[in-house]
């Protein structure tokens, strides 16, 4: 590996062969293990009783940690996580809160064994601090890891992490990210692990020159004693473990955990069709005053009980839209974890055995020192996840047996909006709105969407309790709801999104703001099968609101349309004032929708509009729904209506007449729920029978289609791109030239890649 900077290459951790690195530390480091008889030879009781003891084990880290905290992020929005590794640093178990965090701690381990075995050394007692994303434990500077060696009889048994998301670790901006940022320099620069813990002794020029970077170190101080008290708490519970049932059956059992995980990974793998599915993805602006669009694509290979997940083709780094390699190693395990191994233990160092990454070095997703990273968690490595996530979708989709776990991509990313100033005790803050963590999750085959359920990357993810956010904070919160009409149309819908509107609160001075958001031109929350994606993401600045003035006259806004101001629509990386007499808008992302909305149960679009979750406009326009003055679905006016819309398709498609013969789809091969396989090449319309191509074959590019304005997509997806960007943003729809069926509905640039995945039919063992 190269770098602009001679000798940063040092830092850049990957993963490494265990036995290599076993012999490569230094023989006064004696490390634990057992031979493959010890856990051949484990019984099954004793193996469940111990699994689920390191379980509790980690869940007691998040406890410790979240109860010495005084940091909203991890109090109230779980922005931390935790993980047990074996003496060579593979996870054997992580935490069910923010698996970004979690995907990278085995690499920071990995480099304290290659780098700080001899000197400093590593000794029973210590602890290391790091939030060197190119090391690992996180994905960029404000991701600050404690991870400790945990000795027993003197040998180095194993380590226990914990990490979190710091508010403030330096640099120019308050958030220590900016959208000005041209490298790392700009930004909180990262440091390598560090001895912070010594001989159980907190070292205090290590944990003052780390505090002292800050702009709220109180609170970074907390964290920092969370931490080493959640590995204290791991390492107490470890050695009364290792006390009953000895060393040898715990890591006998940790093993275990991992070969386990790995083979069932490896047999789901097993009963899936080999081939290779395509997505591409974009990022916003690379900074402030940037109006460019930058690509991400993913081939994901499936060969035998292997992924490959390739990602050559994506664009340079740029600006500050840049991950490092740990980002796109965490995207693909945020995806991974739910999707593929929602039933198996999440032990990241087998799972993480049985898949390979290409992804070249200067790139987007796998940024080379001194790229700027800032943004790393939510723009690159988020997206990343959500490509990795369509395209296990699509494999998913074309076996029955595993069509359950078929879901659409979920809010396709965090919208960043951090505020700083002076808070109502006349102490500076920095503070996140956390809000976002509520998005919508993506549609299923038989499932709508959860509304507002949380960040897919955070499965114990939440919204901060308002009154919280308004202690903690200088800011008064006008709303915060779900948005209607947000969620992805589709047969079955995406999860409905939220915003949150507020303004600044007993404080004496204007606050700064840094937005930095994507998917505000492009959607981020991919629909599939037809589905329509995700509404784009809006943050607004109401310039000289008259909140104030309409709070004292005892009314409290409750839509933009009640508040008279000017609005000031935020870019994707924008630093600005948010003055006295502002309003912050934010509204985030949702899932995206499964199956032509077309398709949809009138009944069940009637019952959104009772419930808000879609407004009678977009059930007549969209799902082509026509209600009764009793709020009923009219079941001939909708048969009409839908009638219409699919006429007008064909007329937009240039669809006359239906191609070629009509087949039988009866006992077909599923491809999704459009699609289905005849005479095991041939794909047909499920619902009309009407040839559509040659599976292995880019056949979806030869259908008729339309493109559109955004706006045809419907009242959730922002109508005018050139607010953004340069790039034309089209509408596009792909349908089926019989019955006009949606079989891909896209927003997204108009020189966007039809997708062209091939995959066979006679893979697998369950079709």
């Not at 006064?28 to 699994?51: F, K, M, W």
């Not at 929350?525 to 509404?535: D, I, K, S, T, V």
Request: aromatic share 6%.
């Amino acid at each position: 590996m190269s770098s602009p900077i001679p000798g940063a290459e040092v830092y850049h951790s990957r993963p490494v062969d265990p036995e290599q690195l076993r012999v490569s530390v230094p023989a006064s480091l004696r490390l634990h293990t057992v031979g493959q008889d010890a856990i051949d030879n484990l019984d099954p009781l004793t193996y469940e009783v111990i699994r689920h003891r390191l379980w509790s084990i980690t869940d007691e880290m998040g406890e410790t940690l979240k109860r010495m905290s005084g940091s909203v992020v991890v109090t109230e929005a779980n922005d931390f996580d935790f993980a047990l590794c074996d003496e060579v640093g593979q996870e054997v178990q992580i935490g069910l809160y923010n698996t970004f965090l979690s995907a990278s701690l085995d690499l920071a381990v990995y480099w304290t064994l290659q780098h700080r075995a001899d000197n400093p050394g590593i000794n029973e007692g210590d602890m290391f601090l790091c939030n060197d994303p190119w090391v690992g434990g996180g994905l960029h500077q404000n991701d600050a890891t404690v991870f400790a060696p945990f000795f027993f009889d003197g040998e180095l048994f194993g380590w226990s992490s914990a990490v979190a998301h710091q508010l403030d670790v330096g640099g120019v901006a308050p958030g220590s990210w900016t959208p000005r940022a041209q490298d790392v320099f700009w930004e909180s620069l990262p440091t390598p692990p560090i001895k912070v813990v010594r001989d159980n002794v907190l070292q205090r020029d290590v944990a003052d020159m780390w505090t002292r970077r800050s702009r709220t170190p109180m609170l970074v101080s907390l964290d920092l004693r969370a931490k080493v008290g959640a590995n204290h708490t791991a390492q107490a519970r470890l050695r009364r473990l290792l006390e009953t049932y000895g060393p040898d059956t715990v890591k006998a059992v940790m093993k275990r955990i991992m070969d386990d995980a790995e083979q069932r990974l490896r047999a789901k793998l097993r009963e899936l069709p080999d081939g290779t599915w395509h997505a591409t993805g974009y990022q916003e602006h690379s900074g402030q005053g940037d109006r460019g669009l930058y690509k991400i694509v993913l081939a994901m290979t499936k060969s035998g009980d292997r992924l490959t997940f390739d990602f050559r083709g994506t664009a340079a780094q740029t600006g500050m839209i840049n991950c490092p390699y740990s980002g796109v190693r965490a995207g693909i395990m945020s995806a991974l974890l739910p999707v593929l191994a929602g039933d198996i233990p999440w032990a990241g160092g087998g799972l993480m055995r049985c898949f390979d990454i290409i992804a070249e070095e200067g790139t987007m997703i796998n940024a080379s020192f001194p790229a700027a990273v800032g943004k790393g968690p939510v723009g690159p490595a988020w997206a990343a996840g959500n490509l990795v996530n369509e395209c296990l979708a699509k494999m998913l989709d074309a076996r029955p047996h595993a069509r359950k776990s078929v879901q659409s991509v979920c809010g396709g990313t965090f919208d960043m909006v951090a505020l700083a100033g002076l808070d109502q005790r006349q102490y500076p803050f920095v503070s996140l709105v956390m809000d976002a963590m509520a998005g919508g999750y993506g549609a299923g085959v038989d499932r709508d969407g959860v509304d507002t359920g949380g960040a897919f990357v955070i499965p114990m993810g939440r919204a901060p309790d308002a009154e919280m956010t308004e202690f903690t904070s200088p800011v008064l919160l006008l709303w915060r709801r779900e948005e209607t009409d947000s969620g992805g149309p589709g047969a079955q819908r995406g999860g409905v999104s939220g915003s949150v509107c507020l303004v600044p609160h007993d404080t004496p001075a204007p606050l700064a703001g840094v937005f930095s958001g994507t998917g505000k031109a492009t959607t981020q929350n991919a629909g599939l099968a037809g589905g329509y994606p995700g509404n784009t993401q809006l943050d607004i600045v109401l310039r000289g609101s008259d909140v104030l003035g309409t709070l004292a006259a005892g009314r409290v806004p409750r839509s933009l349309d009640e508040i008279t101001a000017t609005r000031d629509v935020m870019g994707g990386e924008v630093e600005t004032f948010i003055g006295l007499e502002d309003a912050v808008y934010v509204h985030w992302q949702s899932g995206g929708g499964y199956g032509d909305p077309l398709h949809r149960d009138p009944a069940a679009v009637a019952e959104d509009v009772r419930e808000a979750k879609v407004s009678e406009r977009a059930a007549h326009e969209i799902y082509g729904v026509v209600l009764n003055p009793d709020g009923a679905a009219d079941v001939d006016a909708t048969r009409r209506q839908r009638e219409q819309l699919s006429a007008a398709r064909r007329s937009a498609a240039g669809i006359t007449e239906a191609r070629g013969r009509r087949a039988d789809v009866t006992g077909a091969e599923t491809l999704d729920v459009n699609q289905a396989l005849v005479d095991g090449q041939t794909v047909v319309c499920r619902h009309c029978g009407t040839g559509l191509g040659t599976l292995g074959e880019p056949y979806l590019a030869a259908l008729p289609r339309i493109e559109a304005e955004p706006a045809a997509a419907g009242p959730h997806v922002w109508p005018d791109s050139a607010t953004y960007i340069d790039e034309r943003v089209v509408f596009r729809q792909a349908f089926c030239p019989g019955c006009a069926t949606a079989l891909l509905s896209q927003v997204v640039p108009a020189d966007h890649p039809m997708p062209a995945d091939s995959f066979g039919a006679g893979s697998g063992n369950d079709r």
